[in-house]
């Protein structure tokens, strides 16, 4: 075996293993973020990541979806579904973010959006 034939061959099985090992992959990356945003371990807060990086988890749910929605197009049966429901979630949140940013139009508005959810919180 030569030298191009041979890093071709370790390429493809490197990315066959990864192909099969990527939902444990993504699970184990979400699992990881959240145990250290959670402080299950207690360690002073700047030993750790803050609470605002909880977002960072989240990649983990996000590459995994997005290889779902990879494999789904793959399949003729599922391809126009998945880009239908892609397509309704794509504009769901142009739509919701638009109705957000109406909200966060300056400070009166937000402040009076804030006391409403605060005064609809059971007590």
């Given at each position: 075996m030569d030298v191009p034939s041979g890093i071709i061959n370790h390429v493809y099985?490197?990315?066959?293993?990864?192909?099969?090992?990527?939902?444990i992959i993504c699970v184990a990356i979400f699992i990881l973020h959240l145990i250290l945003v959670l402080h299950i371990i207690p360690l002073s807060r700047f030993t750790?990541?803050?609470?605002r990086y909880a977002y960072i988890a989240s990649?983990?749910?996000?590459?995994?979806?997005?290889?779902?929605?990879?494999?789904?197009?793959?399949?003729v049966k599922y391809k126009q579904i998945s880009i239908l429901l892609l397509t309704i979630y794509i504009a769901y949140l142009g739509i919701y973010t638009n109705q957000r940013a109406?909200?966060?139009?300056?400070?009166?508005?937000?402040?009076?959006?804030?006391?409403?959810?605060?005064?609809?919180?059971?007590k």
């Amino acid at each position: 075996m030569d030298v191009p034939s041979g890093i071709i061959n370790h390429v493809y099985h490197a990315s066959r293993f990864f192909e099969k090992t990527l939902g444990i992959i993504c699970v184990a990356i979400f699992i990881l973020h959240l145990i250290l945003v959670l402080h299950i371990i207690p360690l002073s807060r700047f030993t750790i990541v803050a609470d605002r990086y909880a977002y960072i988890a989240s990649i983990g749910v996000f590459f995994f979806i997005a290889y779902l929605f990879n494999k789904a197009t793959r399949l003729v049966k599922y391809k126009q579904i998945s880009i239908l429901l892609l397509t309704i979630y794509i504009a769901y949140l142009g739509i919701y973010t638009n109705q957000r940013a109406k909200v966060w139009h300056d400070n009166k508005s937000l402040k009076k959006e804030i006391f409403e959810a605060i005064s609809k919180q059971p007590k």
